[in-house]
């Protein structure tokens, strides 16, 4: 089934992915699974589990529908349309790893700018992948690992859940994952959290967006995980991404009200006169399921 033109059409779901040790990347279907392995130091990021999170999300950026602008790649393999996020272990993600934070004192500025730049590069990456992105989270995510959660379209949480901006106890601050954090939980919050470095429990994620649903425990993850990917295939996959896309624009419009509205209008007639707009409406009218349907039939 053709969707529409591919402008990368030497990309293949097939294509070797990134060799790794820290994390794992496994497909299945248009899923993409990335799960941390440094279980015994609570999914600490270090320069190379940070690396290799770096290689997976490029690969799997450039392998998306949203990046190719088509549904399957030259084999006939779907191409990409959700990310999840996982980690082995306890706690999803304790933060900085505490080697790579006490040889940071030892570093020159030029070295600490590129373990920034790395950082920076993961959390934006991230939050910017044009499939839609879920995380499952058990145990804690301090620091960088608050900041993974951030960068998350859809985040799952258990109980025992508890997620921190713990900088400000070492005396720092949550300056690179601040952007996301600031967007996802908002002014008022951020300032709080950010000053008392205190953990939050699951309800009170929640209850501030920083999850979007609790579970009774993780075994309960793979359920609600894939009952948000069943929902998410009903979704013409370029109105994911361009959903995406406008959010970014709207988080950085420096226009005017009129501009914008001016803006918004000529993206709606975009859409509508799209292959994907024309498509969804007619399925629409013809009470058939689009083509971008895992249940359409050929």
Not at 275 to 291: H, K, N, T
Request: include cysteine; charged fraction near 25%; charge should be negative.
């Amino acid at each position: 089934m053709e969707y529409s033109g591919c402008d990368d059409m030497d990309l293949r779901i097939t294509d070797d992915i990134p060799m790794t040790e820290l994390c794992r990347l496994s497909i299945d279907g248009c899923v993409a699974n990335v799960t941390m392995a440094r279980s015994e130091v609570y999914n600490a990021l270090n320069i190379q589990l940070i690396s290799e999170l770096n290689e997976i999300i490029e690969w799997t950026t450039q392998r998306s529908v949203g990046n190719t602008g088509s549904l399957i790649d030259p084999s006939g393999n779907p191409y990409l349309r959700a990310l999840v996020l996982r980690s082995d272990g306890r706690h999803f993600c304790a933060g900085a790893d505490i080697n790579m934070m006490r040889d940071a004192g030892a570093a020159t500025p030029e070295e600490n700018r590129r373990d920034s730049e790395r950082l920076d590069r993961l959390f934006n990456s991230l939050w910017s992948h044009p499939c839609f992105t879920i995380g499952c989270v058990q145990g804690v995510a301090l620091g960088g690992g608050a900041g993974l959660v951030a960068c998350l379209d859809h985040v799952i949480a258990e109980p025992g859940t508890r997620i921190a901006l713990s900088e400000g106890k070492l005396g720092i601050l949550p300056a690179v994952i601040g952007p996301y954090v600031y967007r996802k939980i908002g002014s008022a919050q951020f300032r709080r959290l950010s000053m008392l470095a205190s953990r939050v429990g699951s309800d009170e994620a929640l209850r501030i967006g920083w999850v979007n649903e609790v579970v009774e425990s993780p075994e309960n993850f793979e359920e609600s995980a894939s009952s948000i990917i069943s929902d998410l295939l009903s979704t013409g996959p370029m109105a994911v991404y361009e959903s995406k896309k406008l959010t970014l624009e709207f988080d950085r419009w420096t226009g005017s009200d009129e501009e914008l509205r001016i803006r918004t209008m000529d993206k709606t007639s975009e859409m509508r006169g799209s292959r994907e707009g024309q498509e969804g409406l007619s399925a629409f009218l013809d009470r058939r399921l689009p083509d971008w349907s895992p249940d359409e039939e050929d």
